[in-house]
Every structure is written in C-alpha cells, then in structure tokens.
C-alpha cells in the first residue's frame, strides 16, 4: 500500500482491497492523491454499521496517512496507532481534506488523537470517530468552571485554520464522536477559522469527553446535532457567531450544556436541552457575549436554566422568550420551572414542552 499512495500522482486514485493490513507503515499522501477502499471495479462499499471492509492497522511510526494538501479518504477503517505527536489517524497539512464513510478507533496521540488539521478545510460525514485518546496531557485549568480552561487538548478532532483565508467552511455532518469517558480535560471537536469562515456542523453524535465542541472564530451553523454526558460543557463558544443553531439536542452535559463567551452572538432555537437534574447550567451568557434564546425546551437544571453574566446598567438584557422552562408556569422567577439569573427576560413562557 504505502509504495502505491507514494508513486500517486496528482489526479490519481488510490484502490485498496477489502482486508486487513497490518502495521502499514506512516504513508504520506500528496496532494491531489485520494485514497478509496475498493477496486477499479468495485470503486464503492456499503457503510452501513460503522464497519468498513477495508482496514488498516498503524505501526505506532506516524500518523497512518499525513495529507500534503488536496486529498479524499473514504470506505477505511484507521486503527491501533499510538504516536507521540498529532493527529494518529489523520494528520492534514494543507488543503481541501474530506474524510467519509469511515471508521476512526483506537488513535492516541498528543493531540487531535483522531484527526490533526492545521492550515486546512476539513470536511467529515458518515464517519464514526471511537475510543480515542490524548497522552501525557499537561494543562491548568479547574474542572468546574469552563470558563477559566485555556485551549485543552484534543482527544478527537483538531481542526485550526491560522491565518488562512477560504471560501471553504468546515462541514462535519452525520458523524458519531465518542470519547473515552476517563478521567482529565478533552475536547472531542476544536475548531478555530478566520472570522469569515463558516462552521457547519450537522446531525453529529458526541458523547463523554469534558467538553465536547469549542468554536473559536468564525460563523457557526449547528443542525441537529445531539451533544450529552460531557464532564463539563457541551459546546462552549468564543469570539463565535451563530447564524444558525437549531434542532439540537443537549442533555445532561454536566456543568454547562452551552457557554458563550468572549463576544459571542449566537441565536439558540428550536432546541432541547435536558439537564435531567445532573447539568448546572442550561445556557451560560458573559457580560460580553449576547443571543436571542427562543421556542426552545430548557429543564431539569439545578442551578439556572439560562445564565446572564455581569452587573450594572451597561449589561443587556437576554431575550430568552417563547421557551419552556419544565413548569407550565414558566421560569422561576416569578414560575417554578427552571431558574434564571438577573437581566434575562423569560416572557411569554410556553405552557407545554415543544417536543424537539
């Protein structure tokens, strides 16, 4: 396998074989080279289970596959591989990388066990993303309050895009993420983009790391995606905006299930987020930060349902309206379903749960 993908030229596909190939060697893949399980006769596979019939076992060398800039990956299962550096599975450098119809486990690295993406458009869909973890992890931080963590390490997907200007967004759609579920501070999705770029996140299943997306710059577009049983947040935004983030599902991620901070502006809709008496925070708002929070099913948080940060005559009210707040009566004060703090106006509760 690694003589072919590097006598590739750019244009070329690369065919593997149904089967198993044990400890490939770290395979560098150059530009323009895409990398397919099938023959020439039988270029596509069924994907259906989250097993692919191809599968490529790492020889703990490198990455499996480090992409030099354009490259496309489908149809394989990238396993067992234990490196010191980034991203074990998939290291990109450059480029426009798409990764689908696959199966990413057992990676640990230093950082973005699963995928490490600097400098590059990553797309991901149809691709499970399992049992993968950070090594040697040295970080400062306090467990409960999110908002003291400097960036974290990754233990799923590092996608960083400095200083690189593309009309490219990011898009990860119908991909299960699921953390190790142990101990220490991990990040299932990081994504960082010029300010002008967007983020596209659709129908992803993320479970069990501390906290499970941070977006950092750029445009947000959240569609159904359901993100639960974090340690800590659930998507914790930073100098983001949201065009869109709607028909998600947060449940039970146990401190916050979102957190806006450092001018973020994100309008929440249509979403449910379950906090099952185990999650503090519904929605977390700082002083700096603003949203439009409405027709949303917000309940069972011990401590406030939404959250405005800061004191004072220059802090805005949160418009939090149209909500259920898990009481017909609407939220505590002047109701008894989920609390909100001051400068939050909770007006024209809904008197049935939407459902979402």
Not at 213 to 229: A, K, Q, Y
Not at 279 to 300: C, H, K, L, P
Request: glycine content about 12%.
């Amino acid at each position: 396998m690694a003589p072919a993908v590097a006598a590739a030229q750019p244009g070329e596909t690369v065919f593997i074989a149904a089967g198993t190939y044990n400890r490939e060697p770290a395979m560098t893949v150059p530009s323009g080279v895409h990398i397919r399980a099938g023959t020439l006769t039988l270029p596509a596979q069924t994907f259906t289970d989250g097993t692919c019939a191809t599968t490529i076992i790492g020889s703990n060398a490198g990455p499996i596959f480090t992409c030099l800039g354009d490259a496309q990956i489908c149809g394989v299962t990238l396993t067992s591989n234990k490196i010191p550096g980034e991203g074990a599975g998939v290291r990109a450098n450059a480029g426009i990388v798409a990764i689908s119809n696959s199966c990413l486990e057992h990676l640990e690295a230093r950082d973005g066990a699963a995928v490490f993406a600097t400098g590059t458009t990553l797309s991901l869909a149809n691709t499970m993303v399992v049992d993968f973890r950070i090594l040697d992890a040295h970080f400062t931080g306090n467990t409960g309050k999110s908002d003291e963590f400097s960036r974290l390490p990754v233990d799923g997907i590092l996608a960083v895009n400095p200083g690189r200007q593309s009309s490219f967004p990011h898009s990860m759609a119908d991909n299960d993420l699921a953390g190790p579920d142990k101990a220490g501070l991990a990040i299932g999705l990081f994504e960082e983009s010029q300010e002008a770029e967007t983020v596209d996140l659709a129908r992803n299943i993320i479970t069990r790391h501390t906290i499970g997306v941070h977006c950092s710059l750029g445009d947000t577009d959240f569609e159904g995606n359901e993100i639960r049983d974090m340690r800590d947040t659930g998507i914790l935004f930073s100098h983001a905006t949201g065009r869109l983030f709607q028909a998600n599902h947060l449940i039970q991620n146990r401190v916050y299930q979102v957190q806006l901070q450092e001018e973020s502006d994100v309008d929440i809709v249509e979403t449910r987020l379950d906090g099952g008496g185990l999650s503090r925070f519904g929605i977390s708002v700082d002083a700096t930060s603003d949203a439009f929070i409405g027709m949303n099913d917000i309940y069972g948080h011990t401590r406030f349902g939404v959250e405005k940060l800061g004191a004072g005559p220059s802090v805005v009210t949160l418009q939090a309206i149209f909500n259920w707040w898990g009481h017909p009566s609407g939220a505590n004060p002047p109701g008894s379903g989920d609390k909100i703090s001051a400068n939050v106006n909770a007006a024209f509760p809904r008197p049935a749960a939407f459902g979402w």
